[in-house]
Every structure is written in structure tokens, then in C-alpha cells.
């Protein structure tokens, strides 16, 4: 009951239409969390959301938010962990589709490291790292992508 109540709502969500930045991975961590849990899902929004993003990588681990590259927390805060588990939800599944989620998976996978090993770097002996960017409340998800390699 409880699971088919949390899907329904999801669903719901599709009316709303995403800006082409890394909102379109909100929309695909939905849908791919309602393919891995047996829901009817949207693969169109996760499919879309998949080559945006990979029309944004910048290199070493890096990624654009949207069609102009801003030096910024964002690969850390929403690119790596929502696109690394939004394909993983999707090879979890065991969806049949255009794309080739795993292969999608294993490449953000090497992204993700190296961006992590540029990320550790920027740790101070002391804990602390450079404040840059364009907010402070993302600042304090930046270092999810070391939990994730860990």
C-alpha cells in the first residue's frame, strides 16, 4: 500500500517541466527510482536527462550547468551523485533501452573518481576547503562524491 502510494505521488511530479540545467536530474532520479522499485516509469525523461548531461561534461570530472561552464560545487553537489545513481537504478532494473545504462554508468563511474581525486585536493591539512561558487547551502553536500567512491 505504502509503496504504491509513494509511486503515485511521484508521478504526480511529472507536470512539472525542468529547465535544461541539472534539474532534468531531479525529474531522472524519480523516474529511475520508480523503475527500480517495479512503477511505471518516464524513460524519456531519464534518457534526456542522460545525454544532457553528457553533452555538459567539461573533462576531468567536471560538468557545466547547462550550456555555459561555471567553476563551481555542482559536479559534487547534484551532477556525480544524482547521474551515477540514477544509472544505477536503471542497471539495477534491468531496463531494456536505447541507451546502454551500464556503459553510461561505467564512464560517470571513472568521471566521478577522478573528480573526487581533484575534489580531495582541495582538503586542507586542517578539513577546511575553498569557498567558491554560486551558493553556500550546496557547500555543504560538496564532499558527497568521496562518501560515494568510498
Known amino acids: 500500500m505504502t509503496k504504491k502510494r509513494y509511486l503515485a505521488e511521484f508521478a504526480k511530479l511529472r507536470h512539472i517541466d525542468p529547465p535544461y540545467t541539472n534539474w532534468l536530474l531531479f525529474s531522472s532520479t524519480i523516474e529511475s527510482f520508480m523503475a527500480k522499485a517495479g512503477g511505471d516509469f518516464d524513460e524519456y525523461r531519464v534518457n534526456s536527462a542522460c545525454r544532457k548531461v553528457e553533452e555538459w561534461y567539461v573533462g576531468d570530472g567536471w560538468y557545466a550547468d547547462g550550456p555555459v561552464f561555471a567553476f563551481d560545487?555542482?559536479?559534487?553537489?547534484?551532477?556525480?551523485?544524482?547521474?551515477?545513481?540514477?544509472?544505477?537504478?536503471?542497471?539495477?532494473?534491468?531496463?531494456?533501452?536505447?541507451?546502454?545504462?551500464?556503459?553510461?554508468?561505467d564512464r560517470e563511474l571513472?568521471?566521478?573518481?577522478?573528480?573526487?581525486?581533484?575534489?580531495?585536493?582541495?582538503?586542507?591539512?586542517?578539513?577546511?576547503?575553498?569557498?567558491?561558487?554560486?551558493?553556500?547551502?550546496?557547500?555543504?553536500?560538496?564532499m558527497q562524491p568521496l562518501a560515494l567512491m568510498a
Open 110 to 142: 571513472k568521471r566521478c573518481q577522478k573528480y573526487s581525486i581533484i575534489l580531495e585536493r582541495f582538503i586542507s591539512p586542517e578539513g577546511t576547503f575553498p569557498a567558491f561558487g554560486r551558493s553556500i547551502p550546496y557547500r555543504m553536500a560538496t
Open 73 to 105: 560545487y555542482y559536479s559534487g553537489y547534484v551532477f556525480h551523485p544524482m547521474y551515477l545513481e540514477t544509472l544505477q537504478a536503471m542497471v539495477d532494473a534491468k531496463v531494456n533501452s536505447r541507451l546502454d545504462y551500464q556503459k553510461y554508468y
